[in-house]
């Protein structure tokens, strides 16, 4: 496996939730600090958070307080639960290293309807 895999995006109304999920390379996974990233149509890939490997998070004004991101490392997966989503979530949904260092996978969709 050279990048991530994503899953989980779909089609919700604001105030649903989502849960996304990413396979990461077994090779990094342990030690590294991974992020999740969005790119709305026409703007730059972002941050959205992050996790280290013993759990601390950061997190983007934005979603503070709706999003939370988590690991598990005996899988090498990583998992973004979104909640009281709005339509500026909308965004396709990448998960990489922090300060990314992969290959970026394809991404999950994520749409949010007013």
């Known amino acids: 496996q050279v990048h991530p895999v994503e899953s989980g995006g779909g089609l919700v109304q604001a105030g649903g939730s989502l849960r996304l999920s990413c396979a990461a390379p077994e090779s990094i996974f342990a030690i590294a600090t991974m992020g999740w990233y969005h790119q709305a149509p026409g703007m730059q890939r972002e941050l959205v958070a992050a996790i280290n490997s013993v759990g601390g998070a950061i997190y983007v004004d934005s979603v503070k307080g709706r999003f939370t991101i988590s690991r598990d490392n005996g899988n090498n997966m990583m998992y973004l639960q979104m909640n009281s989503l709005k339509p500026e979530d909308t965004a396709v949904y990448y998960c990489?290293?922090?300060?990314?260092?992969?290959?970026w996978g394809q991404g999950t969709q994520v749409t949010v309807s007013s």
């Open positions: 990489n290293t922090y300060k990314p260092t992969l290959e």
